[in-house]
């Protein structure tokens, strides 16, 4: 382990302990509901810390890859390419681009794929015991994958890559069952652990609850005004697929939410002073967000009602047998995870994705904020923009970074969104 990892562990975790223990004397509204997160972002920091220094297995991952299974196994893991959506990196992370630059990587490549290769080649990300590694939506990530494979420290390390089929048919879940199977027994024979069903049928039956909750709740984003600004919500799939996966600590986070939001409509109160525009943001939401949300919302009203990750049709997993929730689990991996679902397949995923979002949530603009390393969303924005018109929703493709706001500076989205919304007679 370099110390480098090491360091940089404790500095993230030092700055998520401020704002949490901020937070937990002053914080009032719909900055309650970050503590929850926040404090099992330090109980995994805290884990991963445990397990560098005691020398106990640990994995990298990512959320596509049935996080359920690792609860169940009690196996400690973490999402090396989340480390730049982190807040907990907000205040290093230009460093962090000015070192891939130095790097000399391809700046055409997706920048959080850059960030990735930057992570592993100068230890700031721990070393696991074991890697399963990501080969969808892009090109790019299977890509990295391969950069990383001849770093002298990872390259080493067992990996295993699920294998996603294209296609959406009874016989693609079938082979992706049997792959997240294969998944199981590789993260047993390398970590020690082992996954029994009865845990792993408690775990998904939480998650369950956790997903029909979620969507109970984006039922409720729905009135007019949204119950709650854009800062709620986002916060579902860090406990859904990352920090509280069948935690019911995460369960009791969606009720207190929900009964919050059902408070605000049956008083007609939105989480916005006054509302004007109702907002689909049809991506990721950047790292920089914070300097844009608090004018977004200020200035023109603008709520996001809804985004890419938030929205998207969890399937319920059958619990009844070994063979229903490895199916369920395939099907909820492969089709239903966020971009994932949007990206990884047709472009009808697309299409429908944004009519049913704008019929339902009664949306009054659709922004494809087109992050310079989507380059399969780059390849639908006719599409979009068409499907936009059919349905007469004002449509805006801006071309930025998630991660560099050097691309795009944070000042030129203000000024295309002011001249946007002037241009549409919206807020």
């Known amino acids: 382990m370099t110390t480098k990892a090491m360091e940089r562990m ?3 975790r030092e700055y998520y302990t401020t704002i949490y223990q901020f937070l937990e004397e002053n914080a009032t509204g719909e900055l309650r509901f970050n503590n929850l997160i926040l404090k099992a972002i330090l109980e995994s920091y805290e884990r991963l810390i445990s397990c560098v220094e005691g020398g106990k297995p640990f994995v990298s991952s990512f959320y596509t890859s049935a996080p359920e299974i690792y609860a169940a196994m009690d196996l400690p893991w973490y999402c090396m390419l989340a480390t730049p959506f982190m807040e907990g990196s907000a205040p290093l992370l230009m460093d962090d681009l000015e070192a891939c630059d130095r790097m000399g990587l391809a700046t055409d490549m997706c920048t959080v794929l850059r960030l990735g290769v930057y992570y592993v080649d100068s230890g700031i990300v721990p070393a696991p015991t074991a890697v399963v590694a990501l080969i969808e939506p892009c090109d790019g990530v299977p890509m990295m994958h391969q950069v990383i494979a001849n770093d002298k420290v990872w390259g080493n390390i067992p990996t295993f890559a699920p294998d996603p089929p294209y296609w959406e048919d ?3 879940v079938e082979y992706f069952a049997d792959q997240l199977r294969e998944m199981t027994y590789f993260l047993e024979e390398h970590t020690g652990h082992k996954l029994h069903l009865d ?3 408690e775990v998904v039956e939480e998650s369950n609850k956790q997903y029909e909750l979620w969507a109970e709740y984006n039922e409720l984003r729905r009135a007019v005004p ?7 919500g986002p916060q579902a799939l860090a406990i ?5 996966v069948g935690d019911p600590r995460g369960t009791a986070w969606f009720r207190e939410v929900i009964a919050d939001a059902e408070e605000r409509v049956q008083a007609k109160q939105g989480g916005l002073e006054k509302e004007r525009i109702r907002l689909l943001w049809f991506d990721v939401r950047p790292t920089w967000f914070p300097d844009v949300l608090p004018w977004l919302e200020g200035e023109w009203g603008a709520n996001i009602v809804m985004d890419m990750f938030n929205y998207c049709p969890y399937t319920t997993i059958d ?4 063979e229903s929730m490895f199916r369920g689990l395939a099907k909820r991996n492969l089709y239903d995870t966020p971009m994932i679902r949007q990206a990884r397949g047709y472009a009808d995923n697309f299409i429908k994705d944004i009519i049913r979002i704008v019929k339902d949530f009664k949306i009054d603009c659709v922004i494809w904020p087109g ?3 989507h380059k399969d969303g780059a390849a639908s924005v006719g599409i979009m923009r068409e499907v936009c018109r059919d349905i007469e929703v004002p449509f805006l493709h801006i071309g930025l970074d998630l991660f560099d706001p050097r691309y795009t500076t944070v000042d030129e989205i203000k000024d295309r969104l002011s001249q946007f919304f002037t241009a549409m007679d919206l807020g």
């Open 170 to 172: 009874e016989r693609s």
């Open 371 to 373: 992050h310079m390393g």
């Open 240 to 244: 859904t697929q990352n920090y509280l």
């Open 226 to 232: 949204c119950p709650h600004g854009s800062s709620v």
């Open 199 to 201: 845990r792993l049928r």
């Open 10 to 12: 404790q500095k993230e």
């Open 319 to 322: 619990t009844s047998s070994e």
